[in-house]
């Protein structure tokens, strides 16, 4: 894209919204936009970081393509005047000053890390969309009265790690989990060139940030079946993991009769369609999932005698997590009675509470978006972000843009460029018009 040279900020107002835009030398009004072409580029130059032998994305959090990768973006940061440094939990921050440095500043990012075998658009193109703000404001000679604050998390795809650190802290037994990549999260955060022994310093209190943005592809395939450019993100669905065991009794598949067995896995089977019973019969956007099961003994001539199976719901409301999970027990303990099995409920404790994003950025987003012309859904979002965590100590909200297919962590993970820059140009826009409400 050929950009031109502005010689004169200006305020375009569109459908009730003040959009910035510049004077050029002839005299007409151009509205300031991203470099969408130099997003989709970086985009490809960081997929080169990380690839395995098998030619496979492979920039898990830690490893040497994650390190790689890092610095490769902190070169560009520092080009672009953001002076980056490494928090204690090795995410990376730069900073722009603002016109006033009493101001709170407006943070906005995502993470570059993924998980095996995975895209190359999940995180990434938050991080560099919010790069090219940074840059577009070089190029046009633009301060803001707020700074600004561009934050990439270390190790979102391991369980969002860097922005917990940042927001509500880790404990030390948090530090000693073993990451993806064999590492503890106290030893991956060394590699990042993090201080996990003095991990408190890395905290931010409410109140820190005038706002948080996150742009990001939405990864589900809503946006791109009804032909909607931008998503407006209304909240960070909560999730909530248990493990669930049913006992029966291991016997000779033989010489036990059907009507006096106790088979686990059978009424694991009962167990599995009565989740999706429960979780469609409610009106909502909920969803219920048994991903994992393991069936004890696992040979082809006994009746399995046990069987344990990892159960997760999600919704946008805790309340009503709890009222499935209720009515989940109550077909569960029907189910055992009919079958002479147990089913037990275990729930871990690696469970994200919702995340309502701020309604006023919202609308802001919303506005913005209609104003630049673009198409508009408000919607939740299934997937669990860094921005889940800075809702709790700053207003915050994402923005989402059309995953092609509906496909994440995947290879075949993509989103065109024309949905990258539309993205990025709402990004802009949004910082530009928070900055202007002190």
């Known amino acids: 894209m050929q950009r031109r040279t ?23 009004k151009e509205l300031l936009s991203v470099n969408g072409k130099r997003i989709e580029s970086r985009i490809f130059e960081l997929a080169k970081f990380g690839v395995d032998e098998k030619g496979r994305g492979y920039r898990v959090a830690y490893t040497q393509g994650d390190i790689e990768g890092r610095a490769w973006f902190m070169e560009l940061m520092k080009k672009a005047g953001l002076n980056p440094t490494i928090d204690a939990a ?20 995502s993470h570059i890390d993924m998980v095996p075998d995975g895209g190359n658009y999940d995180g990434t193109l938050g991080s560099l969309s919010a790069l090219e703000v940074i840059e577009v404001l070089n190029e046009n000679k633009i301060v803001t009265e707020h700074p600004l604050e561009v934050i990439i998390f270390a190790n979102e795809e391991g369980g969002t790690i860097g922005s917990k650190a940042m927001t ?68 960070i669905v909560g999730i909530v993991h248990w493990e669930v065991k049913v006992e029966g009794f291991a016997n000779h598949a033989g010489a036990t009769p059907m009507n006096m067995r106790q088979d686990a896995l059978l009424a694991a089977s009962r167990f599995i369609v009565a989740v999706n019973e429960v979780i469609t019969g409610v009106e909502g956007t909920q969803v219920g999932t048994v991903g994992k099961i393991a069936v004890q003994p696992g040979a082809y001539n006994v009746i399995p005698g046990k069987v344990v199976l990892g159960l997760e719901i999600r919704d946008l409301s805790a309340d009503k997590i709890e009222l499935l999970f209720k009515e989940i027990e109550k077909r569960a303990a029907t189910i055992a009675g009919a ?3 147990k089913i037990s409920f275990e729930r871990q404790p690696n469970e994200s509470a919702p995340a309502l994003t701020n309604k006023n950025l919202q609308q802001n987003i919303n506005t913005t978006a209609k104003a630049l012309g673009f198409s508009t859904k408000f919607m939740q979002s299934g997937a669990g972000h860094d921005s889940q965590h800075m809702a709790s100590i700053a207003p915050a909200a994402m923005i989402f843009i059309p995953s092609i297919g509906g496909i994440s962590h995947s290879p075949k993970e993509f989103s065109t460029a024309t949905d990258m820059e539309n993205g990025a140009n709402v990004l802009l826009q949004t910082i530009l018009s928070v900055d202007k409400e002190f």
């Open 168 to 235: 509500d802290g880790l404990a030390n037994e948090g530090l000693q989990q073993k990451s993806q990549s064999g590492l503890t999260q106290a030893e991956g955060m060394k590699a990042l060139g993090g201080d996990p022994d003095n991990i408190a310093f890395c905290l931010r209190k409410k109140g820190d940030f005038r706002a948080w943005l996150e742009l990001h592809i939405e990864q589900g395939g809503i946006l791109e079946k009804e032909k909607i450019q931008i998503g407006v993100v209304e909240g």
């Open 90 to 109: 090795g995410n990376i921050i730069g900073k722009r000053k603002g016109k006033n440095a009493s101001l709170k500043p407006i943070g906005f990012g």
């Open 6 to 28: 502005f010689v004169q900020k200006s305020s375009l107002t569109l459908m009730g919204i003040s959009l910035f835009g510049s004077l050029l030398s002839n005299g007409k």
């Open 339 to 341: 079958s002479n099995t």
